[in-house]
């Protein structure tokens, strides 16, 4: 808070504007000083008069230009956003501002405690409003506008906001807090300071300047215990931790797993929640922190990041197991909890660094902190209440993922990946009704990869969404050369279920689908595996009617390898099943396998589903095929995938085998 001698509209300011608040938009932020500026003036008039309704009229004030800078911004987000979550609940927040102010002014408490309360929560929520929301949705915009995916967008404007904004409205917000009860009282005394200051402003010049200087440094100090600290235990916070981990990661002279990261979870501590309630467990924390701070070395680094879990760091690896016993005994020893006692054990998940044979993979807090918990997570269902180390095996496997999803990474940025394409015919006319579309990474130093070298490291990792992304659009792109060459054939692609289910995929596919307005979306076939949408299925139903509308056609790959019922089938609106191999290839060798198959077969014509086998290899798997009623496949025995440039030769030289042309039958 300020004090300024210039005329009313300024002579107080609560809420002093500064380049923190700007959001990037002008107009967001030409309102946003509108508000600030209402908001301060009311202060003022509160501050120096004891009649609330001399300041009335400026509340009015305040919630008509509310109303008017809710409606706009609403309307910039919805470009955006359109109906979607974010803008929905953004609303919510708004009509929540008016229904909260409403509630304070029909209270029927003393004016001074409604005052108090009024500009606390008006300057918590402008303080949030700006910072936080209003400047997350424009950074959003700005990070959609520049072509970035949503899921990207987001992460981008997570690490945007995760520093000294975050630092800045979480101490904005503290401090606001632990003032509300004194607000008022507050700016009175600000008021009346200022007349004695105005007297003596000559004399007290020089000491004033040294109280603000001051000032700012306990200031300061506090944001840095806020932005680092835990306020129950005061421990360092996860802000805490992460810092000094990266710290001790820059310093040179490390040797290798010289340094210990512990992740600890107290064991069973929600039965002492039950048992004496949430107050007596929190003190219980508190106690235990100053416990286990006492058994620590001074380079040892502890923090609370949430609950019961709990971080500790040890530039000495030597002394982890010999501190880790110091800290279960001292949570053995008896807590006296009003009239009675309690004890705790822990688990823990360590985790030894730097490793030197991370090369240019370089170790980050971010990382470690992972590791640590999954060890942890391994150590509570292994060994709960002792502790167990990442092993060399699980850091060589996370390490070669490390590295390929790097590789990978580059690959995608160099331009490595391909898309082979592989024919589906009916058998019996030879016609060819489309190609699935199947990627291939040609490696510098490995050659040609197939999915299975790389796809599996990428599975539920946002790298599978880039590539996704990626395979659409060359498959759109490949499309329409070959329609410009007199190749018309519809392409399917394969869309995995972290794509699939990622909020905003239909409008992403919107996206892609106008930037080839000439293709008529009803080529677009999407491929997608039955375990994609067994944990959602009510949420991929949802997504895939929304893509449906668009005009793309849906297919269930390998069919029968998942959950298969009569109920999943009736939910799921796909146009297409796709056999999976392994009945294809089975379908001769037993009449337990042909049962199956047939059986495949009839519940695709009960549902009225298309049918397209996988897999076919052989004469005689066509056969049987046609024999059962399924006409449309693929398979090496047709074409193996094959490049872009070589499926008109292939188109040229393709034929079904004579046997496929006759009327099969099974002996």
Known sequence: MTINRANESDAFEIFPWNCNFETGLKDIDDQHRVLVNILNRLAWHFASSSSQEDGSHLLEELLAYASYHFEYEEGIWKKSFGESEISRNHHKSHQMFFARIQTLRQSKAPQDDVLAELFDYLTHWLAFHILESDRRMALTVEALEAGKPPKEAREYVDSELSGSVSVLVNALLEIYGKLSDSTIQLMREKMARQKAEDELRCLQNERLQQALE???????????????????????????????????????????????????????????????????????LGLLARRWLDALPYDAALARIGGDEFVLLLPDASQVESRLHALQLTGRLPFDLGGESAHISFSAGIVLFPDKDMGDMAEDADTLLRQADNTLFRAKHELKGSWLFLDVEEKKANRSRQLLLSDIRKGLENGQFRLFYQPKVNLRSGEVNGVEALIRWEHPDNGLLSPAAFLPAIDYHPLMIELGEWVLLEALTQMKAWDSQGIHLDISVNIAAIQLLEPGFAEQLKGILARFPEQDPGRLDLEILETATLGELERAVSIIVDCKRLGVTFSLDDFGTGYSSLSYLKQLPVDTLKIDREFVSGAGDTEENLSILRGIIGLSRVFGRELIAEGVETIEQGEVLLSLGCEFAQGYGISPPIAPDKLADWLARWKPFPQWALDSTLP
């Open 214 to 284: 001051a000032q700012a440094s306990d200031h300061q100090k506090q944001v840095e215990f806020l932005a680092y600290s835990d306020a129950l235990t005061g421990l360092w916070n996860r802000n805490g931790i992460t810092r000094f981990i990266r710290e001790l990661l820059d310093r040179a002279d490390l040797e290798e797993d010289s340094a210990a990261l512990v992740s600890i979870d107290l064991d069973n501590f929600h039965e002492i929640n039950s048992r004496f309630g949430e107050e007596a467990a929190d003190r219980m």
